[in-house]
């Protein structure tokens, strides 16, 4: 995995190309693109397995501040996140809510010109790491629960915070809980108006209808699956070259280009007002069910040695590793774990489900 540094420095090449953050609006440091030229602009980063973009900072927090924060805001963030300056952390989750955003229980409460929060978030990646964080706090609990959410920015060394790391399941330390006991954060930080922040973290969301398809990812995952297949070999035959191997890969392989093709039709409509929140939930499922897929399948490739690999060793003690082992082997195994949370993060499948059943078929 990626050090700060190392995304820091990524994030400042793209930006001195002009590249750092090509879905924004050219006014604030965008690219102008078409939505068909950004898809094969991500395409091509994931092909030539390149960092992706720090998704908090250029991809969520940094849209809705351009579409509904002040000019103060605009001037004091947009800038430090387009050169990789600042690291984002977004506060939306909490033990007791999860995808359902409208049950949060963090509290804002007005004070002069400061808010003072109360409350805990929970899988709050890279908020070890980064400086500010978006949080989504109540500020109002006398009205339904959405008309009362606000969107706040948080500076993360802010007295009263505290962050504990969550050990994830391939030994990863990027999970959070963050715990803010009397957090007092200027009003100048309060994006748009006070009680709007359903609104703009549905804004957020929405604002990129296919990224929950996780195509690009799926796309290069897959082929490095094959690539690895046909190094791998089974009694002096290529494991691609195998009939139950390449039934399996192809299989993976046609399911994973009609989710391309859902994705270009959405791609084609980048102007449409239509509401496509069913489609979008269907992506989510297909998506990260691929990443399970695609994952599984290089275990399938790899065999045994997927049980001796970690990525992580260092934190649980020292593993044995092979330094015969082809330079494939690694990551793959902590890849293939974490895709498990895949179908939970961003919206559990089985949400996603009751969103479809509700909007396309009226149940």
């Not at 440091?29 to 720090?54: Q, V």
């Not at 006991?181 to 100048?188: D, G, L, Q, T, Y």
């Not at 929950?212 to 490095?224: D, I, T």
């Not at 392989?253 to 929140?277: F, G, H, P, Q, T």
């Amino acid at each position: 995995p990626p050090a700060r540094d190392d995304i820091r420095r990524w994030q400042r090449i793209l930006y001195e190309r002009g590249w750092g953050a090509p879905h924004w609006p050219v006014e604030h440091g965008g690219t102008g693109w078409s939505a068909l030229r950004k898809h094969i602009f991500m395409e091509e980063l994931y092909n030539a397995d390149a960092m992706d973009y720090g998704w908090q900072s250029t991809q969520m927090v940094a849209p809705v501040i351009i579409a509904f924060g002040s000019d103060w805001q605009r001037e004091r963030f947009l800038a430090p996140i387009l050169r990789g300056d600042e690291f984002w952390c977004q506060g939306f989750s909490e033990p007791n809510a999860g995808s359902d955003l409208a049950g949060l229980k963090t509290t804002a409460v007005l004070d002069g010109d400061e808010y003072v929060v109360n409350g805990q978030k929970i899988w709050t990646s890279d908020a070890t790491i980064a400086d500010w964080g978006f949080f989504l706090v109540k500020t109002d609990t006398t009205v339904k629960p959405q008309r009362g959410i606000s969107f706040l920015l948080v500076k993360m060394d802010t007295p009263g915070i505290t962050v504990r790391p969550i050990v994830s399941i391939e030994g990863g330390k990027g999970l959070n809980e963050v715990f803010l006991e009397n957090v007092r954060v200027p009003k100048a930080h309060l994006v748009g108006e006070a009680g709007m922040g359903w609104t703009y973290a549905k804004y957020l969301l929405d604002k990129e209808r296919t990224a929950s398809a996780f195509l690009y990812f799926n796309k290069r995952e897959l082929q490095r699956a094959k690539d690895i297949a046909a190094q791998e070999m089974v009694d002096g035959v290529r494991l691609i070259d195998t009939p139950a191997f390449a039934r399996k890969a192809a299989d993976i392989e046609a399911d994973l280009m009609a989710l391309e093709w859902c994705v270009l039709r959405i791609l084609a409509e980048e102007k449409s007002e239509r509401n496509l929140d069913a489609v979008v939930s269907a992506l989510k499922i297909s998506g990260s069910e691929m990443q399970q897929r695609v994952t599984q399948l290089q275990m399938d490739a790899l065999g045994p040695r997927v049980m001796r690999f970690d990525d992580h060793a260092d934190e649980h003690g020292d593993l044995a590793i092979d330094e015969s082992w082809p330079d494939y082997v690694g990551g793959r195994t902590s890849g293939y774990l974490i895709a498990r949370a895949s179908t939970i993060y961003g919206g559990a499948r089985e949400v996603q489900k009751n969103i479809i059943a509700k909007l396309a078929f009226g149940l």
